[in-house]
């Protein structure tokens, strides 16, 4: 039996149903750990982490064959440090390798650090002491109970053990989304006219004021769409203000919360997809427009370019937003089949989770 410790996340909704249809939900708990969470579904438990209804859903962790922490918050690392597992497994996300509040590099191009400076709020300092007084003395024996990280990047993983898990091997694995990444997805609605995607969310990490400068700089005519539907409001709040300065540019701002199928077709009909991100992030986004047709650029330093590129896979650069006559190769359609398509999902799903033959 296994145990899945989720944070109130679509995925946790994505893996459960995937669970369920590959018939997996037996040797497998799925636990969201917040009380009325947003997205739980029937089978699915919510609890509260360090409350006693935690401890009763989860009892003792030595009896599971492996406990496996998506999303390894601090919040986690007393939990573990506390418990005895016969297998620990991180399944990483991203923001639990690098947005810890003691890791030191720098994820912002230069505009977009100065852009993004926060004003100071006793809310994040409050929440800041606690993470130094409760969490963090327990975060390097957390890390080193880790026996194996889940990623789908062999670069990730060695950045994960380098600064982290260093006793941890790799085991490759990616998150589906609602919709799988080979969905084949039917338009039923028509661009007015071309434009690009510059991001997925209103999170500096995409780096859009650097991005939006290059553009300008070499006087892009296409519009430019940029989903801000959530992320920080007073980054977005500066971003719109330091757009103004961009007369080369059409911007349209994309705030409000768009169903599945709506969000799918503003994918689809893109000419491209622009992730200046550092550090990989909506990689749900850029799976399924490689199985759209549509081309994406990358920030060079991303660990995803790298890996896709090492994988087979046809990417771009931003840079080469210069050259007008870049169309994505039909083999990239190919290999997300391959590679992150619902077939191989299942494949990867009875492969991990299954119930270990006797």
Known sequence: MNVHIFPDSVFAKAFYRNLQSFSLTENNQVIISKENAKHAVDG?????????????????????????????TPALYRWVAKHTFKKLCWCVW?????????????????????????TFSWEESVFNLKVSLFYSPYKTKAWLKVNEVYTW??????????????QATHTFFYYE???????EVVVTQSKAEPYVIVGNSGSPQNNHADVLKFLNDINFKKKIVI???????????KLKVYTKKFSNLTIQWAEEFMPINQYNNLLANADAFIMN????????????????????????????????????????KV?????TNIHQPEKNRSLIKVRFGHDQTKKIYQSLFAKPQP
């Open 319 to 323: 840079e080469d937003l210069a050259n």
């Open 44 to 72: 699915i438990v919510c609890a509260s982490l360090n409350s006693s209804s935690f401890s009763q859903v989860v009892k003792s962790t030595e009896q599971y064959d492996a406990v496996f922490i998506h999303y390894f």
């Open 227 to 237: 989903p801000a539907s959530y992320g920080n409001k007073e980054y977005v709040s």
């Open 94 to 118: 991203g923001g639990d390798v690098y947005n810890l509040p003691w890791k030191k590099s720098n994820n912002f191009e230069p505009i977009t650090s100065a852009l993004s400076k926060k």
């Open 153 to 166: 990047m062999e670069e990730e993983f060695l950045f994960t053990k380098s600064k982290y898990a260093n």
């Open 177 to 183: 989304g609602e919709v799988p990444y080979d969905h």
């Open 277 to 316: 991100a550092i550090r990989p992030q909506g990689m749900g986004n850029v799976f399924a427009l490689m199985n759209m047709g549509v081309p994406v650029y990358f920030n060079p330093q991303n660990a995803a370019y790298q890996s896709l590129v090492s994988m087979g896979f046809t990417c771009y």
